[in-house]
């Protein structure tokens, strides 16, 4: 996988619009489709699932990224890889056995990420770094797009790409919350591969011109 990726997330997208969306992604410089998944008990926000899921499936042209903000995410991972899942993100907070549950997602077929929320120290992760493709740091509290960005995740960024390389691990560190123009550029040159964008990308005039910035 290269680096220097944009993963707009369609919960910020005009779901009576979802293939207009979807096309208008594929068309442009987005690199993956970042699809956000809540529960209302992990998070204090419902989103959506398989429904929705199906349509990103039916119309997506590019690598599927899932981020399940919802308890006991193994219940239902091999569902998402059905529906076209290549990439499934689950959080630190709401596994409690992580390495089985990274296990599964790889054996069904997936790539295999883990979530770490704010408040949640990258050390956590010392014992899973070489077995996962992607760390995924929360920049803003999970559950609603459009939050303002949390500046502590650029020390996190750099605590995380040490414990990769301490592990000899092939992880990819994806940032998602908050990311906008202003951020992007920072982002990458601290160490990001993956950058999501909902908020900058859906509310800008030229969402297809706002992902080619965000490269920049
Ligand atoms: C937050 C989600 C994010 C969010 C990003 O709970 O995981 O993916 O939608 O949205 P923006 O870019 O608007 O902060
Ligand atoms: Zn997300």
């Not at 919802?70 to 899942?85: L, S, T």
């Not at 959080?91 to 990274?102: F, G, I, M, P, S």
């Not at 040490?162 to 691990?169: C, F, V």
Request: glycine share 6%; charged share 20%.
């Amino acid at each position: 996988m290269k680096t220097k990726l944009i993963s707009p997330s369609l919960l910020s997208a005009d779901f009576g619009n979802l293939q207009r969306d979807i096309e208008m992604l594929n068309q442009s410089q987005a690199d993956w489709f970042h699809i956000d998944v809540m529960d209302g008990r992990f998070v204090p926000n419902i989103s959506f699932g398989f429904p929705i899921m199906k349509t990103v499936q039916q119309y997506a042209e590019k690598f599927i990224d899932v981020h399940l903000m919802i308890i006991e995410p193994e219940k239902y991972v091999e569902e998402f890889i059905k529906y076209g899942a290549d990439l499934i993100s689950v959080h630190y907070e709401a596994c409690v056995h992580l390495n089985r549950t990274v296990n599964l997602i790889q054996e069904k077929g997936a790539k295999a990420g883990v979530v770490l929320n704010p408040a949640t120290p990258v050390l956590m992760l010392e014992d899973i770094i070489a077995d996962v493709d992607l760390v995924l740091l929360m920049s803003v509290n999970p559950g609603f797009g459009g939050q303002k960005f949390i500046e502590n995740t650029y020390k996190k960024i750099a605590e995380t790409k040490d414990l990769i390389l301490s592990n000899n691990s092939t992880a990819l560190i994806q940032i998602d919350g908050g990311v906008n123009l202003d951020n992007a550029a920072k982002l990458f040159e601290a160490g990001a591969d993956v950058l999501v964008a909902g908020n900058a990308v859906f509310s800008s005039e030229n969402p297809s011109a706002t992902i080619e910035l965000l490269k920049l």
